[in-house]
Structures are given as structure tokens and as C-alpha cells.
């Protein structure tokens, strides 16, 4: 499998819009080892020829013309992406499709809670149905997932994971923020000789998650904070982590808890950290935390990072 990071950020991208924090700033001018990231997606392909894209970026367009391997090759009109997968209904994960609006065929995979989300908004019905199937996923079963003419070769089973609702749905969800089991979902890919996972969004480790995660080649896991009350920390925000439904990685109480910890006892070959917050001071490549988060045996994503399996 070829597995393209589109976007490496979490919503707003590194540096966010409008974020004058000292590492955004740093971002803004492009210092060494602050690089700018955008808005968390990545592509797989079995073949190198036809992809399969997971979540679809604000930053669709940008991040496409950064990849060749995702240019149109054929015809007036073509694209090599054949099939789409959505991880939730947040706004950095759905927001890119009305970039995919130009009457191109693809299927598009979800929960039925998330195309639920989809439905609800009339804008997405720009993605005309003769020409984008939307296609549920159920939990826990198998999809093969098929492009125009043959099967992508990419097996994926969706699993629920600790989440919340979209932020934009907040007001609808009668308090229960959490939502149900297919709020939030990770996927195990495969080609049949190798798989991985990606959960860029998640808010708790749990023992069927720790059962999935053990002994996989490769995990892309949610990196959004370093630390539970960061955005409070920095000045720019009264959420903490486990309020936006995302774990922290460093723990209450530092290195031995969060993310570090829980992963320490599983048996993963390579550990990369995606959807990071701009106020996450992984983003700058010579931070105590990152070479932290180094002697734990992770990395961080970076956008165009290509990864082989």
C-alpha cells in the first residue's frame, strides 16, 4: 500500500487563520522547523493508480495540487480518487467535498450517522447522486471498497472510538455530547498482506481499541493536544481536550500518562501522531516535547510525508 498525508493539522491547519500564539508566528514566517501543515486528511492506494481518500480537507484543493499522483491523467475530465471515507461529520473532515462537486463520479462511505449529518444540509446535495453514490458503513464489517470499473484491492472496517458530536451540531444533540457508537469511527485498512490504522480523532483508549492496535504495522492516531488544558494554557481558548473529544498525549501527569502511556505495552511497529492543534508544541520539529514524544518511538505527520506498506 502507498499512503499519501494530504494534511497533518487539525481544523483551522498550522498556523490557524487567525492564531498569533509564539509557535504560530513562527509558522507565519517559515522558520526553520515550524512547517506549515493543513487540515488532516491522507490517500491510500493499492495499485498507485487508483485512490481511495480518507476525509475531505477545507484544504482540498491545495492539498491536491501538492501531489501529482492525485492529478487528473485521463479524458477532459477524471480524477485518480475513486472512492471517499469520512471519519466523522466535523467541519475539517467534510468541508472539502463541496471542492468535489464538479459532477465527478466516486462513492462516498460513512456511517449512516455522519451521512445522516451530510443530509441535513442541503448544501451537500451539490455532490449529485447520478453521480457520487453515498454508501453507509456498518461497524465492525468489512467493505471492499470498489472504484469505477474494478476493486480498489483496500479492505477497511470501520470501529467506533470515543468521540463527540461536530461542534456545529452541538445545539441539536440535547446534551449528549458524546454521541453514539458511530459518532466518531477509526479504520483498519488492508491490502491483504498488510494493514493500518487511522483514528485521527479520538477521545479515550479503550480495551477493544488496544486489541485492534496491537501488533499493526503502522497507526496514525489523534495528536491534537500535548496536553488536556492546552488551549487554556495558551490564552486562546476555555475547551479543554477531553471537552473536544480528542485524548491528550502527555497526561495530567506528564510523560507517564495520555497517549505516551497508553500505547507504551502495544506491540505497533510505527506510531505516527496526525491532526494536530496549531497550539501543539509537537509542530516545532526541536521541542522538548517532541524529542519526547521521539524517545516514546512516535513521529508527527507532516503534509506530502509519503508512507509505504
Same mark, same amino acid.
Given at each position: 500500500?502507498?499512503? !499519501? $498525508?494530504?494534511?497533518?493539522?487539525?481544523?483551522?491547519?498550522?498556523?490557524?487563520?487567525?492564531?498569533?500564539?509564539?509557535?504560530?508566528? %513562527?509558522?507565519?514566517?517559515?522558520?526553520?522547523?515550524?512547517?506549515?501543515?493543513?487540515?488532516?486528511?491522507?490517500?491510500?492506494?493499492?495499485?498507485?493508480?487508483?485512490?481511495?481518500?480518507?476525509?475531505?480537507?477545507?484544504?482540498?484543493?491545495?492539498?491536491?495540487?501538492?501531489?501529482?499522483?492525485?492529478?487528473?491523467?485521463? =479524458?477532459?475530465?477524471?480524477?485518480?480518487?475513486?472512492? $471517499?471515507?469520512?471519519?466523522? /461529520? +466535523?467541519?475539517?473532515?467534510?468541508?472539502?467535498?463541496?471542492?468535489?462537486?464538479?459532477?465527478? %463520479?466516486?462513492?462516498?462511505?460513512?456511517?449512516?450517522?455522519?451521512?445522516? @449529518?451530510?443530509?441535513?444540509?442541503?448544501?451537500?446535495?451539490?455532490?449529485?447522486?447520478?453521480?457520487?453514490? %453515498?454508501?453507509?458503513?456498518?461497524? =465492525?464489517?468489512?467493505?471492499?471498497?470498489?472504484?469505477?470499473?474494478?476493486?480498489?484491492?483496500?479492505?477497511?472496517?470501520?470501529?467506533?472510538?470515543?468521540? &463527540?458530536?461536530?461542534?456545529?451540531? #452541538?445545539?441539536?444533540?440535547?446534551?449528549? *455530547?458524546?454521541?453514539?457508537? +458511530?459518532?466518531? $469511527?477509526?479504520?483498519?485498512?488492508?491490502?491483504?498482506?498488510?494493514?493500518?490504522?487511522?483514528?485521527?480523532?479520538?477521545?479515550?483508549?479503550?480495551?477493544?481499541?488496544?486489541?485492534?492496535?496491537?501488533?499493526?504495522?503502522?497507526?496514525?492516531? =489523534?495528536?491534537? !493536544?500535548?496536553?488536556?488544558?492546552?488551549? $487554556?494554557?495558551?490564552? @486562546? /481558548?476555555? &475547551?479543554? /481536550?477531553? %471537552?473536544?473529544?480528542?485524548?491528550?498525549?502527555?497526561?495530567?501527569?506528564?510523560?507517564?500518562?495520555?497517549?505516551?502511556?497508553?500505547?507504551?505495552?502495544?506491540?505497533?511497529?510505527?506510531?505516527?501522531?496526525?491532526?494536530?492543534?496549531?497550539?501543539?508544541?509537537?509542530?516545532?520539529?526541536?521541542?522538548?516535547?517532541?524529542?519526547?514524544?521521539?524517545?516514546? /518511538?512516535? #513521529?508527527?505527520?507532516? =503534509?506530502?510525508?509519503?508512507?509505504? *506498506?
Amino acid at each position: 500500500m502507498r499512503i !499519501l $498525508v494530504l494534511g497533518a493539522a487539525a481544523g483551522g491547519g498550522y498556523p490557524q487563520w487567525n492564531c498569533n500564539t509564539p509557535g504560530s508566528q %513562527r509558522a507565519w514566517r517559515e522558520e526553520a522547523g515550524h512547517k506549515r501543515r493543513t487540515q488532516a486528511s491522507i490517500a491510500v492506494s493499492a495499485d498507485n493508480e487508483r485512490w481511495l481518500l480518507i476525509n475531505a480537507s477545507p484544504d482540498f484543493r491545495q492539498q491536491i495540487l501538492a501531489q501529482p499522483a492525485l492529478w487528473p491523467k485521463h =479524458d477532459l475530465r477524471h480524477s485518480p480518487i475513486e472512492a $471517499v471515507l469520512l471519519t466523522s /461529520g +466535523e467541519i475539517d473532515h467534510i468541508a472539502g467535498l463541496l471542492s468535489m462537486r464538479e459532477r465527478q %463520479r466516486f462513492d462516498l462511505w460513512a456511517s449512516s450517522r455522519v451521512l445522516d @449529518v451530510l443530509g441535513q444540509n442541503p448544501i451537500f446535495d451539490s455532490l449529485h447522486p447520478d453521480y457520487v453514490a %453515498r454508501k453507509a458503513m456498518s461497524l =465492525d464489517t468489512p467493505i471492499e471498497v470498489a472504484g469505477h470499473d474494478a476493486p480498489l484491492g483496500l479492505r477497511v472496517t470501520a470501529f467506533s472510538v470515543p468521540g &463527540k458530536v461536530p461542534l456545529f451540531m #452541538e445545539s441539536r444533540a440535547n446534551g449528549n *455530547l458524546q454521541g453514539g457508537d +458511530e459518532e466518531t $469511527v477509526g479504520l483498519e485498512i488492508s491490502d491483504g498482506r498488510e494493514r493500518f490504522l487511522y483514528i485521527p480523532g479520538c477521545a479515550a483508549m479503550t480495551d477493544d481499541l488496544r486489541r485492534r492496535l496491537h501488533g499493526a504495522s503502522l497507526v496514525l492516531f =489523534d495528536g491534537t !493536544l500535548w496536553r488536556d488544558d492546552e488551549m $487554556v494554557r495558551a490564552g @486562546v /481558548g476555555s &475547551k479543554t /481536550g477531553a %471537552r473536544m473529544g480528542h485524548m491528550n498525549i502527555a497526561g495530567d501527569g506528564g510523560e507517564d500518562g495520555g497517549t505516551l502511556a497508553a500505547f507504551a505495552p502495544l506491540d505497533v511497529r510505527r506510531k505516527l501522531f496526525i491532526h494536530l492543534n496549531t497550539t501543539n508544541p509537537l509542530l516545532d520539529d526541536h521541542s522538548p516535547e517532541r524529542a519526547q514524544a521521539r524517545a516514546h /518511538g512516535w #513521529e508527527v505527520a507532516e =503534509d506530502g510525508m509519503e508512507l509505504q *506498506l
